[in-house]
C-alpha cells in the first residue's frame, strides 16, 4: 500500500521569508501525481499545487515551488515570501491509478509578523 | 474547478441520534468522496458514492453506520447514525470530475460535528 509521510508535525517561518515543507511516499507504481493542499482553520482543503511523477520539471505556481526528487521519492513545498495567509496545515497527497487519494499526517506552518 | 456546497457546516448532536450531511456540486461529476478528519489528523476515506450503485466503503467503515446516497451527478447524503462522542469529526465530502488519473480533488469547507 502506498504511504505519504510527513515527518514535521510543525514549522514556523518569519514573515517574507522562505519555508519548505517536506514529504517522502512509497509506491512501486511509476505513473502517479502527487499534490500539496492547504487546510487553513476555516477548514476547506484548498489545493496548492500539482506535480506529474512523468514531468521531470518541479511545478510552479507563484511563491509556491516543489522539489520533486522521484528517485529518493521525495516531494517538498518551498513557500517563498511567507505570508501571514500562509499560515494553515498542509497536506501532502499521492495518488495513482486504481488507488484512493492518500494524505501525509500534515505539516502545521505557522506564520510570525 | 467545482463549487461544492456541503451543509450543515457544523452541528452538535445527542448520543444516539443521526446527522445527514449533504453535498451539492455545480456540475456533474463522475467520482464523489466522502472523508472523516478527526481533531488534528489527517484526512481518512469513509467512501466513494457511486452514482446507481452502492456506495464503496474503505476497511473500517459499514454501511449501517454511514449510510451513503448519490441520486444524481451533482448530489450525495452522508448519514451518521447511533452516533456517539467519538464519531465528533470534520466532514468533508470531495469531488474528481473524471477517472483519468490525477484528477484534483475538489473539497466542500467540510461539517463540524459534535457529539455529546
Known amino acids: 500500500a502506498q504511504t505519504v509521510t510527513q515527518s514535521q508535525p510543525e514549522m514556523s517561518v518569519q514573515e517574507a521569508e522562505t519555508v519548505t515543507l517536506s514529504c517522502t511516499y512509497d509506491t512501486s507504481e511509476s505513473d502517479y501525481y502527487l499534490f500539496w493542499y492547504k487546510q487553513p482553520p476555516s477548514r476547506q482543503m484548498i489545493l496548492v499545487i500539482r506535480q506529474e511523477a512523468y514531468k521531470q520539471q518541479n511545478a510552479t505556481e507563484n511563491r509556491f515551488s516543489v522539489n520533486f526528487q522521484k528517485a529518493a521519492k521525495s516531494f517538498s513545498l518551498k513557500i517563498s515570501d511567507s505570508q501571514l495567509g500562509d499560515a494553515a496545515m498542509y497536506f501532502c497527497a499521492y495518488h495513482a491509478s486504481g488507488s484512493r487519494l492518500t494524505f501525509g499526517e500534515g505539516t502545521q506552518l505557522t506564520v510570525n509578523p | 474547478s467545482a463549487v461544492i456546497s456541503q451543509k450543515p457546516s457544523r452541528d452538535i448532536c445527542q448520543r444516539g441520534t443521526s446527522l445527514t450531511i449533504q453535498c451539492q456540486v455545480d456540475?456533474?461529476?463522475?467520482?464523489m468522496f466522502w472523508y472523516r478528519q478527526q481533531p488534528g489528523q489527517s484526512l481518512t476515506l469513509i467512501a466513494t458514492a457511486n452514482q446507481g450503485s452502492e456506495a464503496t466503503y474503505e476497511s473500517g467503515f459499514v454501511i449501517d453506520k454511514f449510510p451513503i446516497s448519490r441520486p444524481n451527478l451533482t448530489f450525495s447524503t452522508l448519514t451518521v447514525s447511533n452516533m456517539s462522542p467519538e464519531d465528533s469529526s470534520i466532514y468533508l465530502c470531495?469531488?474528481?470530475?473524471?477517472?483519468?488519473?490525477?484528477?484534483?480533488?475538489?473539497f466542500g469547507a467540510g461539517t463540524r460535528l459534535s457529539v455529546l
Open positions: 456540475s456533474q461529476v463522475t467520482m
Open positions: 470531495s469531488v474528481e470530475g473524471g477517472q483519468r488519473v490525477g484528477n484534483i480533488q475538489y
